[in-house]
């Protein structure tokens, strides 16, 4: 009786996996190519110029505009695109396709938007150091938008809720609930956009930039310090700080007299309170009845005192060790400071300061 070879199934189930590989694949390119879900909140997006166009990829998906750099990379390189994308500050709406982003990217800064839209747009600059107060008018006078609206927004952190990177503690005597949560940066934005929709872009910039720093939630937690509690050192590092070198130490310094503890004794605290920038503080003021007088009340004031900047996000993050618990400013015009362990060297270091300004 003749048998009758079976024929192998190892070719089909071959086939079949190729075929599953090649649509996953395709499924997936799919989902990648997408646009993101849409927004009728535009993004401010930055090309400095000498930019590459990998670079400006790699930051469309850093700010959530696209899903894949490396296949808008693909795109562009299949269309032969990005060799034309202008440098400056380009008006993004998150929901628009490649095509969409890659014109806009095409055009002059502030030429057009995403949405296929010619709008309006104004550029605001919001300095590092300034509080609620300073950058209300700031955008009132850059951008028309009313000035006691956005101050009475900053007394709102529940519209912000899902916006802010943690949530805002209810301190007795915090003045303005959001400062230090408006991150100081460069912005452009739609001249129809409302005060509520900048305040948003700003609020949204501080979760952004904190998430940029790398291992940021697990130098938080290495700290001991709430959100709130870093945005608050941060701010006073900003006010007290003039050269970046100096930042990390004087984060040490204030983190020693923390855990001495001692009051904090900060000049600027004071000027807060008062509401007011004064030249030379008075020993009457230092007297001022409030929850930001350091002089007057151990530990950290209830919430920041301005918009601190990254850098000073980042010292008072990761401080520089040291026993120093005093520092005195140049009076040279360096901005730098003289550092002291104890008050008596901290007494020689102002009279040498005093003396370098003469």
């Known amino acids: 009786m003749t048998k009758t070879k079976k024929r192998s199934k190892a070719p089909l ?27 009728d909140q535009a993004v401010a997006f930055e090309i400095a110029e000498g930019t590459g166009t990998a670079g400006i990829a790699d930051r469309l998906q850093e700010e959530g505009l696209i899903r894949s750099a490396l296949l808008y990379k693909i795109y562009l390189r299949i269309e032969n695109e990005g060799s034309s994308f202008k440098a400056g500050t380009h008006e993004l709406f998150p929901g628009s396709d ?6 806009v990217l095409n055009e002059k800064a502030g030429a057009a ?63 303005y609930a959001l400062e230090g949560y408006l991150f100081p940066d460069t912005y452009e934005f739609s001249t129809d956009a409302t005060e509520e929709d900048v305040v948003r872009r700003l609020v949204q910039e501080t979760g952004k930039k904190l998430q940029s720093i790398p291992d940021f939630d697990n130098l938080l937690k290495e700290r001991g310090l709430t959100v709130h509690e870093l945005l608050t050192a941060a701010s006073l ?40 920038q004064k030249e030379r503080l008075l020993y009457s003021d230092l007297e001022i009845d409030s929850p930001y007088n350091t002089y007057k009340n151990e530990g ?23 026993d120093y618990f005093f520092y005195v400013t140049k009076k040279d015009g360096s901005g730098e400071h003289l550092f002291a362990k104890t008050f008596a060297e901290h007494e020689k270091n102002i009279e040498e300061s005093n003396a370098g300004g003469n």
């Open 113 to 175: 938007s995403a949405s296929g839209d010619q709008q309006g747009s104004v550029k605001v600059t919001i300095p590092e150091g300034f509080t609620i107060k300073q950058i209300a008018e700031r955008l009132s006078e850059t951008g028309g938008w009313d000035a006691k609206t956005i101050r009475q927004l900053t007394r709102e952190p529940e519209k912000f809720a899902d916006d802010l990177p943690a949530g805002v503690p209810d301190n007795e005597g915090l003045q």
């Open 300 to 322: 950290l004031p209830p919430g920041p005192i301005a918009s601190p900047s990254l850098k000073s996000i980042e010292a008072a993050l990761q401080p520089e060790a040291s």
């Open 98 to 103: 490649y095509a969409a982003i890659t014109a």
């Open 13 to 39: 189930a071959f086939f079949l996996i190729i075929l599953l590989l090649v649509a996953s694949i395709g499924a997936f390119v799919y989902a990648s190519m997408r646009p993101v879900p849409v927004s």
């Open 237 to 276: 590092i900003e006010r007290e700080a003039v050269v970046d070198s100096e930042r990390p130490l004087i984060a040490g310094v204030i983190y020693n007299r923390l855990n001495d503890p001692m009051k904090l004794q900060i000049d600027a605290t004071v000027q807060y309170a008062l509401g007011e």
